[in-house]
């Protein structure tokens, strides 16, 4: 687990979940519609949320055990901010 687990692959899921929600965002801010986009939109959504929920906790626990690297925890931190919005839109 520690193996798929490395600097690169952390930074790279976390600003792919951080880059999707932004990317929903820009979508209901401009009004686009378009079917295929709304499929994949429903498709994705909720995957992206457990992922984001998971990949939190997964880089937190990185930063408790090994070096701090500045881009992890940017992205760690930027993934907390996405998930605080995400999930208090919500409410």
């Known amino acids: ?3 798929l687990i490395t600097n690169r692959n952390l930074i790279i899921v976390n ?3 951080v880059s999707y929600f932004i990317l929903i965002g820009l979508i209901n801010f401009y009004k686009i519609d378009f079917v295929l986009i709304g ?3 429903e498709m994705l959504t909720i995957p992206f949320l457990i992922a ?3 990949f939190l906790v997964i880089g937190i626990n990185y930063l408790i055990k090994n070096q701090k690297n500045s881009l992890i ?3 760690v931190l930027l993934l907390a ?3 605080i919005i995400t999930i208090g839109s919500f409410f």
């Open 73 to 75: 925890i940017i992205s």
């Open 39 to 41: 499929v994949f939109r």
């Open 1 to 3: 687990m520690n193996k």
């Open 81 to 83: 901010i996405c998930s």
């Open 52 to 54: 984001q929920i998971v």
């Open 15 to 17: 600003f792919a979940i």
